[in-house]
């Protein structure tokens, strides 16, 4: 069930919003160069995908929360967003161990929802 906590939200776009907060783990599905960013036409950058999980906080968008085997007893937020052209996005997230970054797992077109299906 999609749910919005705001503290957890805020908690994450403040790590966001910081260059030297956000990272990418390893194994990931983080491929923003996959997905056109219908705001310029060209695919998203490691960059503009941060800017785009930006928007998605700030908008207190609804999420999923996904327990993580390593480590564990730790939470991802799954959000699926439908871009201005009409298609979706997965985007995964999560907290570092320490709760000092936010680490990006995943940002791909969304394929369980195809887009224009």
Do not use: C
């Amino acid at each position: 069930m999609a749910k919005v906590n705001d503290e957890i939200l805020k908690q994450l776009l403040t790590l966001a919003q910081k260059d030297d907060r956000r990272i990418i783990d390893w194994p990931n599905d983080w491929r923003p160069h996959e997905v056109n960013n219908p705001d310029d036409g060209q695919p998203f950058t490691n960059e503009s995908a941060w800017e785009f999980v930006i928007t998605l906080l700030q908008d207190k968008t609804a999420y999923k929360e996904v327990p993580q085997k390593k480590p564990p007893g730790a939470m991802a937020y799954v959000f699926r967003a439908t871009l201005s052209d009409g298609w979706k996005v997965y985007v995964k997230v999560r907290f570092s161990k320490n709760r000092s970054k936010i680490i990006g797992r995943s940002f791909h077109y969304d394929e369980k929802q195809k887009p224009h299906d």
